[in-house]
């Protein structure tokens, strides 16, 4: 028997009896986690330097390190977000609809959780914790396949997370991890519809468009981060250049970091050069349109790719842009559908770019770095959907929920 297959039947098998754990012994495990991750950070912290040194020996890029590496603080932030997991309150049982029937039956619609969730990633290993406490708390099993690039630092995360449970009244099977990283396994978990109730991918373009083209298990999609900033005319400049190397520069290796910066031609002329090298002095590259070449030094002339890129790293696109309408018509064409924001100071083109964006998220005179669970108040997130159905934007726990109708009556029979 395969390992994923293996694995499978235990994570089905503990679904059943997580699915029954009150919100206090789910909370109580939450606890012990939290606690066995502050006082094992040495020991991840080895497993993380392996990692890291053996992705230099692969010449992984300095974004890709970024996102695989962990440190005390990023630990100890990883132990407050469970901690934030703990305080929310818990969706399993909650009555989302009753319908009393004329004949007595009374219909009471439920928040449930999923079952057995699947999740496949790439790098960043808070992920493991993140997905491992949030099916948590709602009640579901997980399976979970990281990629090879964080194989040392998942290990001995899952290690910490079953000594945990193994003293708590949620079963350690409830958690799972694909140790074999190979793309066997990953086919694998396409197929695993007997045990597997969703699959969800967290990574690059790639990994995620190849589990929506491959999977047989119903899929919630999570973008790539082609994500952008459009500065209008009556845009207030130190804004506009504040919220624009935040969103660039507080950490360039995450999907909600923008990539594209459309600016208002007139806008442009007063103020751009400045906040152009501004982004250069940072050591971001631009890649310009024939505009933005023509005016300003050192910058590449951007192709029709770079529209589409997710650069992940010290690296923008530049397009001046007549108006609010030409901003939308480019991000609709261009973006992933993540997050998309306005600076400006005319409110009606500020509700304009709100309605006709189709993005999760969408900002007016903020940056895009907010889009997160954390922020959004969920203590931590499964993913950012930019799929439509069932959920959207970032996944708290109410998106690893469905729902259970439950009828009680006394005799009735359908005529």
């Known amino acids: 028997m395969s390992e994923v297959i293996e694995k499978g039947k235990l994570a089905k098998k503990a679904s059943y009896q997580i699915g029954t754990c009150t919100t206090k012994e789910k909370n109580d495990a939450l606890l012990k986690i939290a606690d066995g991750l502050r006082a094992n950070e040495k020991a991840i912290l080895a497993a993380n330097h392996l990692d890291i040194q053996a992705g230099k020996e692969k010449g992984l890029s300095a974004s890709l390190l970024d996102r695989v590496e962990l440190n005390k603080q990023r630990i100890a932030d990883i132990a407050d977000a469970i901690l ?27 928040r449930v959780p999923i079952g ?43 290690k910490v997370i079953h000594e945990a449970l193994a003293d708590s009244a949620v079963i350690p099977d409830a958690v ?42 119903p899929v919630i999609e999570t973008g790539a981060g082609n994500c952008h900033i459009f500065i209008d005319t009556t845009a207030n400049p130190e804004m506009a250049k504040e919220i624009t190397l935040n969103a660039k520069l507080q ?8 990539e594209t910066l459309l600016i208002q031609s007139d806008w442009f002329d007063s103020y751009g050069n400045d906040l152009i090298a501004s982004l250069i002095e940072k ?7 024939a505009r933005v070449v023509e005016e300003i030094p050192f910058v590449q002339k951007a192709t029709e790719a770079d529209w589409e890129t997710e650069y992940l790293g010290l690296e923008i696109s530049v397009k001046i842009v007549e108006d609010v309408y030409e901003a939308i018509d480019h991000i609709n064409t261009y973006g992933t559908k993540h997050s998309e924001a306005i600076i400006t100071e005319t409110a009606k083109h500020a509700e304009i770019f709100k309605q ?28 950012i959907s930019t799929q439509k159905l069932h959920a959207r934007g970032p996944m708290g726990l109410k998106a690893l929920t469905s729902n259970k109708f439950i009828v009680s009556g006394d005799g009735q029979i359908r005529e």
């Open 84 to 110: 934030q997991i703990i305080n929310l309150t818990d969706p399993i049982g909650e009555v989302l609809e009753t319908i009393e029937k004329d004949n007595g039956l009374k219909i009471v619609n439920t």
């Open 116 to 158: 057995v969730v699947g999740m496949i990633y790439e790098a960043r290993p808070n992920v493991t914790v993140d997905a491992a406490t949030l099916a948590i708390k709602t009640g579901n099993a997980i399976i979970l396949r990281g990629s090879s690039s964080a194989i040392h630092s998942n290990l001995a995360i899952v």
């Open 251 to 258: 950490r360039p290796s995450v999907c909600n970091a923008i």
């Open 176 to 217: 799972q991890l694909i140790e074999d990283t190979s793309r066997e396994t990953a086919n694998e978990l396409f197929r695993l519809n007997e045990y597997l109730d969703v699959l969800i991918p967290r990574g690059g373009k790639n990994l995620i468009d190849t589990v929506v083209r491959e999977s047989r298990v």
């Open 356 to 383: 006709k964006v189709d993005a999760t998220t969408v900002y007016h005179n903020a940056s895009t770095r907010f889009t997160d669970g954390f922020e959004f108040g969920f203590g931590a997130e499964i993913g």
């Open 283 to 289: 050591g971001v590259t631009i890649h310009g349109d």
